[in-house]
């Protein structure tokens, strides 16, 4: 039974607050070279680099979890992730659907990148760090109708969490929690936790990660093992990284 | 009213950034909300202390936020906001009580 190194919550060149050295093969690379045996990809409210990721990651070795961050209507930040990028790019366009028609403006925010396997650049107007038209609780149903495991993310920071936009944690069954400090972990004993780097920079990758208890070391095993909290989340950065 | 005028309600100030004139307020916790309905040339009137809100105030070009309720500022924020060369002010008054002062000096 594997132990997995895994970083679920990294960012490419798509989300807006990072920058054009985080590209799919760059993140690849990167992971690898410090140790990382799962990485998932997390992109705010779309999906569009998670399959070349995925592509990436399968030549070189490591696996890819293809995901997304969502914003929910309440403005609360919460990972899906999925066992096939097909299924992480068909829920990634309906996310990207209702977010509202407003344009990304780069040269406040910076350009939002869709990277293909050549590198060839695309980019994205809509600006995706905007809220989904979906409620919290809706996301829920659709993210397990989908199949995809539901974690509501950084419950223990000041920003864009469920806990501070709703001042409490619904009591719901997630399929764990994620959280950025070891102290957080008392006060929200009745789940299980997951740490991720949360990197929007390659050298925040693996900045804190989790070991991953699954069966076999494929997407599917990897869901399940998230499911049944075989998960151990480690709140310093992993050996390899200098 | 004018940048300065806010500063006279002895709010603490957080960051100065120039003297422009304020022609709007808006006053909402959901930066969506902002995204969507704020005015140029406003002041925001928020509890949501993070650089995020710094980000949208600059895309709705807005001159100014006040976070409410003495909010904690975190440090990203105010860099944020001496890069995008927004003020920020910071009161014990909640969202309703500084939306009135405001008003008040908007209708001045
Ligand atoms: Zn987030
Ligand atoms: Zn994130």
């Known amino acids: 039974m594997p132990n997995l190194k895994a970083d679920l919550h990294i960012h490419s060149c798509l989300s807006t607050c990072g920058s054009l050295d985080n590209s799919p093969q760059e993140i690849i690379s990167r992971a690898k070279e410090i140790g990382l045996d799962v990485i998932g990809i997390a992109d705010h409210n779309c999906t569009f680099n998670a399959e070349t990721l995925f592509n990436i990651a399968k030549q070189k070795g490591i696996i890819v979890l293809p995901g997304i961050e969502i914003t929910s209507s309440e403005e609360a930040h919460l990972l899906a992730f999925f066992d096939s990028p097909q299924k992480a790019k068909k829920f990634g366009q309906i996310i990207f659907d209702s977010l509202p028609d407003i344009e990304n403006q780069p040269e406040k925010t910076g350009d939002q990148v869709i990277c293909d396997e050549d590198e060839n650049i695309e980019f994205v107007d809509k600006y995706l760090l905007n809220a989904s038209k979906f409620s919290f609780d809706k996301l829920f149903t659709m993210i397990k109708d989908y199949g995809g495991v539901f974690i509501p993310a950084h419950i223990d920071r000041a920003s864009f969490s469920i806990v501070i936009q709703l001042g409490f944690l619904p009591p719901m069954r997630y399929d764990c929690v994620e959280i950025t400090k070891a102290e957080s972990a008392n006060q929200y004993s009745e789940y299980n936790h997951i740490a991720n780097s949360d990197a929007h920079y390659l050298e925040d990758i693996g900045k804190r990660y989790s070991i991953i208890e699954a069966e076999e070391a494929t997407p599917e095993s990897i869901l399940k093992a998230i499911r049944e909290g075989k998960i151990t989340p480690v709140f310093s950065p992993i050996t390899n990284l200098k | ?108």
Request: overall charge negative.
């Open chain 2, 1 to 108: 009213m004018k940048i300065s005028d806010i500063e006279k309600l002895e709010f603490e100030v957080i960051n100065m950034a120039g003297d422009a004139e304020v022609t709007s307020a808006y006053t909402s916790d959901l930066l969506s909300d902002v995204m969507g309905n704020a005015q140029e040339n406003g002041v925001l009137i928020t509890i949501q202390a993070h650089k995020n809100t710094v980000a949208v105030a600059s895309m709705k070009d807005m001159k100014a936020i006040i976070i409410c309720n003495n909010r904690e500022i975190e440090d990203d924020m105010l860099d944020a906001a001496k890069d995008e060369e927004i003020a920020i002010f910071k009161t014990k008054l909640n969202q309703f009580e500084t939306s009135f002062l405001i008003g008040k000096l908007l209708n001045a």
